[in-house]
């Protein structure tokens, strides 16, 4: 078994897939607090919807967000994880929105519902790590 | 349209005996930082392990997060527990040996992880959504 390695940015790019599952993590008054949520990678941001009164689309924007996406094989005990950070901004603009659209980027949202509260975050780090490589 | 529910503590805590990786949430100065670890349970409590010089072994003593999940997304269908808690360093390393919970914290990351940590929670939410 290997040791874990830093992933560069370039690689941390490579591993993450243009849209699926990641996790956002904020500071909440009362502590950190994470959510599981769709995503698309658009450029160097991470695009995801929430709804406006969830805990997370009342404080991710303008807050700093730690974003993660991982891929864990447990039989082989090994995977990668990365996590992008930075702060996070609500996207207000109704054309951006429909140059996402137009484009296929809007995250669908997995757990239904109204979520039309669409967060993205410029990350300012991207880093990562792998575990059990071969 | 989904439909979402919320999981009773019971099922929470059945789903955090079941699941082996979850995701540690802490803030710092910077902003958030979120680590994937492996963890076992003890009674009520999240336990981890990590090293001396991990990032989240400044933390002990703080607030911090843990979510687990399994989310099918095609399918629109999924669950996720959080659990809000305070972090504290397991001071008895051999207490934790012996009791079985080293074993069973077969780590993820391999390398040096001699610190114990255990979170007892404050909070656990869990819901579960179907299509």
């Known amino acids: 078994m290997t040791a874990p390695r830093k992933l560069t940015p370039e690689e941390c790019l490579d591993l993450v897939p243009p849209s699926g599952v990641g996790r956002a993590a904020i500071c909440a008054p009362a502590g950190p607090q994470i959510f599981p949520v769709n995503y698309v990678v658009d450029g160097e941001s991470i695009v995801f919807r929430t709804s406006a009164y969830s805990a997370l689309g009342t404080l991710a924007a303008g807050a700093e967000v730690a974003f993660e996406v991982d891929s864990v094989d447990h039989d082989h005990a090994g995977g990668w994880s990365v996590v992008a950070a930075g702060r996070a901004e609500a996207i207000d603009d109704e054309r951006e929105l429909d140059m996402l659209r137009e484009r296929g980027l809007e995250p669908t949202a997995w757990a239904g519902g109204l979520r039309r509260t669409y967060i993205r975050l410029r990350w300012s780090s991207l880093s990562g790590r792998v575990v059990g490589e071969s | ?131």
């Open chain 2, 1 to 131: 349209m989904a439909a979402i529910r919320e999981l009773t503590p019971a099922e929470c805590a059945d789903r955090l005996r079941r699941t082996e990786v979850g995701r540690i949430g802490v803030s710092t100065a910077d902003g958030p930082v979120i680590i994937p670890v492996n963890y076992t349970m003890d009674g009520e409590c999240v336990v981890f392990r990590t090293s001396a010089y991990a990032e989240l072994a400044a933390h002990a003593g703080d607030r911090v997060a843990f979510e687990i999940d399994e989310i099918e997304s095609d399918l629109h269908r999924g669950w996720s527990v959080l659990v809000v808690g305070t972090a504290e360093l397991i001071d008895d390393v051999d207490d934790v040996v012996e009791s079985g919970l080293a074993q069973a914290l077969r780590s993820w990351a391999p390398g040096v992880r001699n610190l114990f940590i255990k979170i007892t929670p404050r909070r656990v939410t869990g819901r579960d959504v179907r299509p």
